[in-house]
Each structure stands twice: as C-alpha cells, then as structure tokens.
C-alpha cells in the first residue's frame, strides 16, 4: 500500500552564497515523495499551475511516484518561493513568497489513495492538513509538519490537528515559538502532551530529536563537506524516515529510530546539490552505505 | 602518572534568565580538573590571588587533585569572569573580564610534574602554553584548548602552538574564525592540517565533532531537561575525555572516541547545576550509567 503526501508543489529560486537557481523544482510534497520513493511507491496530492512543464511530473512519475492527485489549474500559476542562505548555509531568508494557486488549494485525494495506510501531511494549514485527514479514516499512521506561520495564525486550528495526529515533524525555532519553552527536551515533550504519540524536532545541520512518552533521543546530522542547497533538507527527512516505515509496514519503536537515522541520510544527500539534482543521481545501495558509515559513526 | 592540566582559576558571577550566582568557584583548569578527578589523579598549574578561600583548594585536594602547582600571588586578586546567559542557554555575553593575576601568569610545573605524559593546556595564551610545552618533553599526549581573543591577536603565536601539540579544542565559532570556512567539516580538517593529529570542534548544545586523518564523526550532546549554568561545559568535556585517555593509558582512535562520549556525558552533569554543585554530588556509577544511555540512545 503506498505512502500518502499532500503538500506544495513549487518552483524555488534559491540564492547561496556560491551560486543561484531560478525557478527550480521544488516544494514539500516534491522532495518528500522523491525521498521516500528510493523505498516505497508514493501517491502525491497537490496543486500546479498552467506553467508547470510536463517534464517535472515525468520526473516524479519515473519513480514511482503517483501523480494522479496532482491537479493543474487552468490559467493558474505555480508556488514560487524565492529565498537567500547565510554563508553559514543554515539560516535563510525568505525573498518572496507567491502562493498563486496553492492559496485556495482544496485537496481532494483520489478514491484508490483513500484506504492509505500512511500518511503525511506536508507544508499547509492545518485546516488543510485536516481536510485530508477525513478522506484517510483508515490510515494507521497519520505524521504532519508545521511551520512558525500557522502557530502564529492558526494555532487554535493546530491544536485541534495536533489531537488527531500521531507525529508532528517542526524545527527548533516552531517548537520553541509553540511551547515558549528555550530548552528543546522540554518543548519537545510539551507538544508530545498536546496529542501526538511521537514528536521530532529538526535541527537542520544540527540533526533532529524525537520524542514519545517512553523515549528521548537525538541524532546528529551526517557531517558533509559539500552543503551546496538545503532546500527542502526537512521535507527529504521526513520522506526517508516516512518512506522507510512504510516499506516496512511498521513503526513500532526501534523501526522507528531506523526510521529516523534513513532520514537524516537521506536528507544528507539532498543538500549536496540543487533542487533534486543529487537525488536523481542516488542509488538506493548508496543509502545504504551512508546509514552503515553513519551506524559507525554512532557506535563506541 | 596523572594528568596535568595549566589554565585560569577564577571566580565566575554569572546570569541566566533564572538565577544569579556571584563570585562563585570556576575557571578552565577547576571544571577541566573535577570533571577528570572521575578517572585520574590530576595535577593543577595555575594562579590566584590572597583573596582565595581555602576551602576551595580543600575541594579540590578532597578529588585527588593536586594542587602544588597553584601559585598564590600575595596582594594579588583572582581573575574574576562576569557572563549572562540568553534565554536559549547557549549563547552567552561576557559582562566583565578581570584578569587580575592571571595576566602575569608564569606557569612553572613542580618537578614532579614534569614527567607527566598526558597534558592539557587549558585557556591561556598560545605563549603561555609554549612555555608549559617547554616543561613537559617527556609527554605523549597534549592537548589545547584556543579562544577567539588569541585567534584575533595571537595568530602567529597560535600556529607555532598547532605545529607542537597532539590536539586541538576549540568551538564552532573560533573553527569558523581560524579557518575562515562556515562549513564545520571543512573547517576541523584544515585545523587539522595546520598540525594537530586530531581536532574537536565543540558546538555546545549540539555536542561536539572529531577530526583525525582517517575519521570524522559528530556526537550530540546528552538531551537534558535541566540546564541550570552552562559554564565550564567545554572544559569539563576536555576533563572527562582527558581524564579517561589517562585512566586507560593510551589514545588509539577507539579509546578516544569512548573518550569524547565520556566527555560529553560528564560535561551533562557539569550544565545541572551552577559551579561545581552537581559535580560534588557526582559519582562515577551515575557516570557510566549515563554513558549506557547515551550508548544506548545512538545505537539503531
């Protein structure tokens, strides 16, 4: 059965401190899903508009990934998000943010996604995020992300998405702003309380803490030299950790912590180049590879 | 043969968004020497002035610290460090700094300390600890630690150092300051090539990174819930890791990354309270207990 994602669907120009790209592919649901399909196949759910070329979708459709859910607005324009890195390659700055037509974005997942025994709810309000989960009753592990903008302007909303969901995915800065708690172990087990079983908190380069009533742990990032394009570094996490679990059909505590560690290696390999440049060039042995040097790593 | 360690000696006033402490027992060479005290007889070289109670010498003898090497400089004050802690407990500002005797400090080793084979040159100037090299030939293993005001105004004094020791200590921003290069992989490697055999970036909260010839690993620090005064955090690091690779004698790449995690771990304890406090309660079974933990928490 494959993995669900509803998220953006976007062109990115992206500005680092070597080089720029203009109106590359992007979006949530895009380096999920191309993520999560090194294990599993993936049915995406979003919005483009009339200027979305038809070679992106053969893109994604060449890895098994289902674009059926994907709806194209005639007339419309796509997402576009223009942002502009730190030389430290961590901190971003948004340039501009043009919504077009995911602002009245009304997912409506096809009837064969319906009986999806995962899902993810990528970038989008929680009203949004709600919408999908009652098309998906039967789903036995439902995971979102967040961002800083919907606990500033829906947080009534996000407290009620929070209670019907079993992970929540946020960055550091969107924990502390939800809990206004300073210490990560502390507002990571704050939202934990707020309804979800498990919590993970990104820490771009970093790594990422997860959190559930019995566990507490962290994982650092894959240490890397080439960090050219973190765009999009938390969305492949979360598609190689969700795309892991469902491969295995599973996500009981210790597949889960796999789950993690598949994630931070495949985000790993997102940042070393553009858009999905490095992804389309990786191989699944190599992934592999990575997560046994980084298991190394770990062990003392 | 126990481990010696050259650096400040001082009282620490410190502020963080709960509490205030002044004038309390601190400086590199007291939290590097307790923290190691877990694991080796250490000998302390350092400085203070009259106004040094004896009860904080008697602490540290009480820990098998030897401290004939502790010169008392009549009429002198001790170095006196005021700091305020931002809301995240991580960074910090440096409210006031007095020397006071440290700043004529002549380390001069007791002769029976010269023989010593693990050394540590905790903070100081990269001349000052050139002259402690110069006192301990017969050492197999010395390490530094550096601070951004050195790289600022003793560069050159610094690459001499480099050439002479085994290791190297120094934080994100003071790598990032050597090097001039924000990508921390990139950065503990060129440190590296400036002579050191291995080099350890600190990253506060987020733990600390090793670099040697053939390895590069990270290790997170021990998610904690209380972190009541971070000071002296990175030199009880140095003092759990060097306080190890004394106890075992040696320092081949296995033994020394045991070595780190045991610093990372004591360092946890150092962060629970404000000075010395939770130290003093410390003993050596919750050491390894929290090292099973830690352990425990990498492995997948």
Do not use: C
């Not at 059909?249 to 070393?272: I, R, W």
Request: glycine fraction near 8%.
């Amino acid at each position: 059965m494959p993995l669900v994602v509803v998220g953006s669907v976007a062109f990115d120009s992206v500005e680092t401190p070597s080089a720029t790209r203009e109106r590359v592919l992007g979006g949530s649901a895009v380096h999920f899903s191309y993520s999560a399909s090194f294990f599993t196949a993936t049915h995406l759910v979003g919005v483009v508009g009339e200027d979305w070329p038809d070679e992106h979708t053969k893109l994604l459709n060449d890895r098994r990934i289902d674009t059926s859910g994907l709806q194209v607005v005639p007339g419309g324009e796509t997402f576009h998000w223009r942002g502009k890195y730190a030389p430290n390659m961590n901190d971003r700055e948004t340039l501009e943010v043009h919504l077009n037509v995911f602002e009245d974005f009304d997912p409506v997942l096809p009837e064969a996604y319906r009986k999806s025994k995962f899902v993810f709810l990528a970038n989008g309000s929680p009203v949004l995020q709600m919408k999908v989960l009652d098309q998906v009753s039967d789903a036995t592990l439902t995971v979102a992300d967040t961002m800083d903008l919907w606990i500033n302007i829906q947080r009534d909303e996000l407290t009620q998405l929070l209670k019907r969901i079993d992970g929540l995915v946020l960055n550091d800065a969107e924990a502390r702003l939800l809990t206004d708690d300073e210490n990560l172990v502390r507002a990571g087990h704050q939202v934990r309380k707020m309804g979800p079983k498990f919590v993970i908190i990104k820490k771009g380069e970093h790594g990422a803490m997860f959190f559930s009533e019995h566990e507490t742990y962290v994982m650092p990032a894959f240490p890397t030299e080439e960090v050219v394009d973190p765009t999009g570094a938390g969305d492949s996490f979360a598609g190689g950790m969700m795309g892991y679990l469902t491969e295995q059909n599973t996500f009981d505590p210790e597949t889960l912590k796999t789950a993690m560690a598949y994630g931070v290696v495949v985000a790993s390999f997102n940042v070393e180049d553009f858009s999905l440049d490095r992804m389309r060039r990786l191989e699944r042995p190599e992934i592999d590879q990575r997560l046994a040097a980084y298991r190394q790593m770990l062990s003392f």
